[in-house]
């Protein structure tokens, strides 16, 4: 990998001496002083992604004295709080649109508009939307990942079956597969927000993208009949004996099983499932993806949850912490370290390139072609905090017990009232 | 020093001399009172300060009066919320079922009160569960309840039951973590209790069977009573670590399936620091409705130890 990034350095090189990019402008003379950097990307992949970006950023800025830190990811979504407080690094991971929100408001991250405004980002403005609140941008994205249906294509080779494209065909599939002893789908909501993932492409599918924002954005009432005919859809699936039993009791990962084994065909999840797929011994043959199928005449919308860096408003080193954003951004960059053998999720600039894997040419195909309806980042980041930890229990209990439909929405809606004031 | 106190006369003793007797046990207490006050006090000042406003634990707090209280309890017009119903009511399941664990352990102490070969070993096994920690007890259950591959199904397969999937069940869910919970704390009281057992007058015993008084009576009335200070920490050790379930809960199903075996305090810590928490204000309040609870049981527990020592002397 390491190779990878040097010839990421040569081409940024060329790139400035040639001086046609804006970023030669900023990057002409090498940067020195400080640059405290605090991560998240504590996993093997990422960890070395990110230890590779901070040589390779060394390398370009030798007298830039660079500090990185790395923390646990599962803790640093608690620990943030305290670092953006006193003696802030200058950069900081987190997640794109309403995960920022806490954050914004409390002007605890800067506003990096001006990157956007000014040039130093081209090819961002797919992106920047996420980024955005307040009609601002406050960070920097540097990798996002598609959701959808990823089956077992020697399974549905089997019994007969084809992707479906249509909930109709959906539903038939299942049928099938029902009748064949296995379930439909394999989940584990133990840790809920797998249901929430369910929510997110039902309503979308149903009643659209906008109408799924309007529901997060606390405009929509959990009570309206249109929400119900989402759970209405999902509950077929229920009915039908479509899910794993006892999915309330296992974790995404111990979900898995079900699918290896040959117990469940299909799991609707992001891209990072195809790593434990494979490495359960599962290979390219056997797996393959599809987009979640339609249900309604409405644009299809996507969730892609996108991951992002800031600069805290308390950070020392801001011009600094912008080049760095502005590197990780770049074209090169972001076709290096999202490649398959490095993070293997897409990259966000439009000018980069997709690494040859099946499954990241067919999310990056889904999601510039096919995903007209909009790109929502995921249940837990679109809606409020408060609001998705209630709302995720209260999809798992439907799940489990789909006759309480009428009691949980009435508690949804009782949360709405209180939580968008 | 001694020989210059003696030596001068009143008058010329200095302050600190002249106030020692009075002065030297508070300058003793200082350091703990200061760090009473610093680390318990102060922090629960705090809370029912925090507790009466509306905080995100990052910006400006601001006061909203009773308002958490009123959500938390129902007061007024509203509904109780029914996040704190649930784990108030488990809460009390817990307070009453782990108290099992005190008869349990009495029983297992009398059976290991003997002298045959190997008993410390037979001692030991029986105190290893209380020595491994809770994650690790947590665990263990949850994968002996796993609804599939889990021994508990197995054994009862065995019996021709129909399998059973306790922690995804709202309605066992918590009894199921509390039973997990008793394996523990049942060896704790063990040990307290054979402890106690050591400290039991043989006299007593040989006049009581001198008396004709053997089996049930002779526990009832001579033993037992013997055992009251064994059975008095049992029973605060057990009520603490009743309301103090957080980590069994936390491993085992994580407050679910669907929020059923919250306790309150697993519901403070996911509305004040857990991944979608952060509502300072709120999770305050329900620290505050604990601490009153706790501090029942503490009053009471103060009491009787006053009300025995005045009785000792």
């Known amino acids: ?421 | 020093m001694s020989s210059v106190t003696t030596n001068a006369s009143t008058a010329n003793r200095g302050w600190y001399n002249r106030n020692e007797i009075a002065i030297t046990p508070w300058l003793f207490l200082l350091p703990a009172m200061l760090f009473f006050a610093a680390y318990v006090i102060m922090p629960i000042c705090q809370s029912f300060w925090i507790s009466f406003h509306q905080w995100d634990g990052l910006g400006e707090k601001t006061w909203v009066g009773m308002a958490n209280y009123e959500r938390l309890l129902g007061l007024g017009d509203q509904r109780m919320d029914r996040k704190f119903e649930t784990s108030f009511w488990n809460n009390l399941k817990w307070l009453v079922l782990y108290l099992l664990a005190i008869p349990m352990g009495l029983f297992i102490a009398l059976f290991l009160n003997q002298t045959v070969r190997g008993i410390r070993l037979y001692k030991s096994l029986f105190f290893f569960p209380f020595v491994i920690s809770q994650v690790v007890v947590g665990l263990v259950f949850s994968w002996l309840y796993l609804p599939r591959e889990g021994l508990l199904n197995a054994v009862l397969a065995v019996f021709g039951a129909e399998p059973v999937n306790i922690l995804g069940d709202p309605t066992m869910a918590t009894y199921g973590i509390i039973a997990a919970g008793l394996w523990p704390q049942t060896a704790y009281c063990m040990i307290l209790y054979l402890t106690g057992l050591n400290a039991v007058d043989p006299e007593q015993v040989e006049a009581a069977r001198l008396d004709g008084a053997k089996g049930s009576k002779m526990l009832w009335y001579v033993i037992l009573p013997q055992l009251k200070p064994a059975t008095f920490i049992a029973f605060v050790v057990t009520i603490i670590g009743a309301l103090r379930s957080f980590d069994l809960i936390s491993v085992m199903t994580n407050g679910g399936p669907f929020g059923s075996t919250r306790v309150l305090s697993f519901y403070m810590f996911e509305e004040s620091l857990s991944e979608f928490g952060f509502r300072m204000g709120y999770g305050a309040a329900i620290a505050v409705v604990l601490f009153f609870i706790m501090l029942g049981f503490i009053v009471y527990f103060l009491y009787s130890m006053w009300r025995d020592e005045k009785g000792a002397n």
């Open chain 1, 1 to 421: 990998m390491r190779s990878i990034f040097k010839t990421t350095v040569a081409s940024l090189a060329t790139a400035a001496v040639m001086g046609t990019a804006a970023f030669a402008a900023s990057h002409a003379t090498p940067l020195t002083g400080d640059l405290k950097i605090t991560s998240d990307m504590s996993n093997p992949a990422p960890r070395a992604v990110m230890e590779g970006l901070v040589a390779d950023f060394q390398e370009m800025n030798p007298d830039l004295n660079i500090e990185l830190t790395i923390v646990d990811r599962e803790a640093w979504k608690t620990q943030i709080r305290n670092v953006l407080g006193a003696n802030a690094p200058d950069v900081v991971n987190w997640y794109a649109a309403n995960r920022m929100g806490p954050y914004v408001e409390a002007g605890l991250f800067e506003d990096v508009s001006d990157m956007y405004d000014g040039g130093d980002l081209p090819g961002l403005d797919a992106v920047k939307g996420a980024m955005t609140l307040d009609g601002k941008q406050w960070g920097v994205p540097y990798t996002y990942y598609q959701w959808g249906m990823y089956y077992r294509e020697d399974i549905f080779n089997e019994l007969g079956l084809t992707e479906p494209t249509t909930f109709d065909e959906e539903l038939a599939n299942c049928q099938v597969i029902v009748d064949s002893g296995r379930a439909c789908y394999a989940i584990g909501t133990k840790f809920l927000w797998t249901a929430g993932g369910w929510f997110d492409y039902l309503n979308m599918r149903t009643n659209g993208f906008d109408f799924h924002m309007e529901l997060a954005r606390g405009e929509v009432s959990w009570t309206d009949d249109r929400v119900r005919e989402t759970f209405a859809n999902w509950r077929k699936i229920i009915d039908m004996g479509g899910y794993v039993a006892d999915h309330q009791s296992y974790s995404w990962q111990e979900a898995l099983t079900f699918m290896t084994d040959g117990e469940a065909t299909a799991y609707l999840m992001g891209n990072f499932v195809v790593a434990p797929l494979r490495d359960a011994g599962l290979d390219d043959t056997q797996i393959d993806f599809y987009q979640f199928p339609t249900i309604a005449d409405v644009p299809q919308g996507e969730d892609a949850p996108t991951d992002t860096f800031h600069i805290p408003s308390g950070a020392e080193n801001k011009d600094n912490a912008r080049a760095f954003l502005s590197f990780v951004a770049s074209a090169d960059v972001q076709t290096a370290i999202n490649s398959g053998d490095a993070l293997g999720q897409l990259p966000v600039n439009a000018d980069s390139s997709v690494d040859a894997d099946e499954f990241l040419e067919q999310g990056f195909e889904m999601l510039s072609t096919n995903a007209q309806g909009g790109v929502a980042q995921f249940f837990d980041r679109d809606f409020p905090a408060e609001m998705a930890s209630v709302g995720m229990e209260g999809l798992q209990e439907f799940m489990v017990f789909p006759d309480n439909l009428d009691d949980i929405l009435e508690r949804l809606e009782e949360a709405r009232d209180r939580i968008y004031q």
